[in-house]
């Protein structure tokens, strides 16, 4: 009797640890989760401040809808589809959706953390085709990115039934390089905004608030600590190494920014951001020199690729493809390089897997980027606003607001 009390005992004693951690981890995909949400601030900041005075609601606007779009998208579909495109599974899914029991508190933790993820990737796509794209068309878009084009990419990829192998511990290719380039793909489709090149050379458009735009890049590195710490998914798997990486990498990506563009403010900002960027395929298997070498370089290519666009005649208002696209793609080929235990890392990595992945991930992006858009432009009968809303500005011409009265 005695010796069946202690076995119960113990059983009970397992049973409730085992309880204990899964509610920690529940909490920390929460806490994670949150940060990450708090990202779509950082963005709409950033965004903004890069923007022309009259069209700032019209980028607020986007980084709401996309929040709202993306919840919706990844609560029917997307989170189901990045899992599995087994139509039973799909329509299973929809079963425990209709319940308030028939999913557990891990589950719905797990949805949540990844729902931040596909509004990240959705909400990237705007700074790049901001000041001239219908609100309807870009609605449009975003529906479909966050409810097919990112959840199907996500299982192709080591996220989902791992068709295509490499290391992308928290997205440098899955959520940013994608994003990056499904922009690309979008801003080839739209064209440039109206007075951007004369005679085949660029015109600058700056920004209305640079002050805005650095508080948003680094609320977004904040918001960085839960895209990267919290890819871990479970309390016992928070590693020291993701941490350090992470903050090195952001500081390397702000330095290569500030030298190659000598000093410049909104150069410097998002070279933060894509220090950040880079260091995600990474940051689990990196040492924190090779963190800071492949920072240093993605801020460095900043301004280098952004004059590239420019030439081919590439209106990227935010500067998304090279913040967010060459960025994604340097980071996890560097991943290749410097993951190896020659070079300071943890190994269980290839380079071959790493360059094949970023050149799928640039076409994939690219193509599907181009495509959506001519497509939604049939859908909406023309993918941009007319030549006197645009100069109007959108905040006037599609939200009837302005965003500052009081200059009007």
Not at 237 to 258: C, E, F, N, P, R
Not at 289 to 294: D, F, H, W, Y
Not at 313 to 336: R, S
Not at 396 to 402: D, V
Request: proline share 2%; with cysteine.
């Amino acid at each position: 009797m005695a010796i069946t009390e202690i076995a119960g005992g113990t059983t009970n004693i397992a049973q409730s640890l085992a309880s204990l951690a899964n509610a920690g981890d529940v909490m920390f995909l929460v806490f994670a989760g949150v940060l990450v949400f708090a990202m779509q601030l950082g963005f709409a900041l950033l965004e903004g401040g890069q923007v022309r005075e009259k069209n700032v609601n019209n980028v607020m606007m986007k980084n709401m809808t996309d929040w709202m779009i993306a919840g919706i998208s990844w609560l029917f579909v997307g989170y189901i589809l990045s899992t599995s495109l087994n139509l039973g599974d799909l329509v299973s899914w929809w079963g425990n959706i209709l319940s308030a029991s028939s999913l557990s508190n891990l589950d719905l933790a797990n949805w949540f953390f990844g729902l931040t993820f596909a509004g990240a990737a959705s909400t990237i796509v705007s700074g790049g085709v901001a000041e001239r794209i219908k609100f309807s068309s870009y609605i449009l878009i975003a529906i479909v990115i966050t409810a097919l084009i990112y959840p199907i990419w996500v299982h192709i990829g080591p996220w989902g039934a791992g068709l295509l192998q490499y290391a992308d511990y928290a997205g440098s290719y899955v959520v940013h390089g994608l994003g990056g380039f499904l922009a690309l793909g979008l801003v080839i489709a739209l064209g440039p905004r109206a007075g951007r090149f004369v005679n085949g050379k660029p015109v600058t458009i700056a920004g209305h608030n640079i002050p805005m735009a650095t508080i948003g890049a680094f609320v977004l590195a904040i918001g960085w600590y839960g895209f990267n710490v919290g890819s871990s998914f479970a309390v016992a798997d928070i590693s020291g190494i993701v941490i350090a990486t992470t903050t090195i990498a952001m500081a390397g990506g702000g330095i290569g920014a500030l030298l190659a563009s000598k000093n410049d403010v909104l150069f410097t900002a998002n070279g933060i951001v894509a220090g950040l960027v880079a260091i995600c395929a990474g940051t689990n298997i990196v040492s924190p020199i090779g963190a800071l070498v492949i920072g240093l370089l993605a801020g460095m290519q900043l301004p280098f690729m952004y004059k590239l666009i420019e030439k081919f005649g590439l209106d990227d208002v935010c500067g998304v493809v090279p913040v967010h696209g060459t960025a994604g793609i340097l980071g996890g080929v560097l991943t290749g390089v410097f993951g190896l235990t020659a070079l300071g890392g943890l190994g269980g990595v290839s380079l071959l897997e790493q360059v094949i992945a970023a050149v799928l991930t640039i076409l994939f992006g690219v193509i599907g980027g181009y495509g959506l858009g001519k497509l939604v432009g049939v859908v909406t009968k023309g993918l941009r606003v007319t030549d006197n809303e645009e100069l109007v500005g959108l905040d006037i011409s599609e939200h009837k607001l302005p965003a500052y009265p009081g200059k009007q």
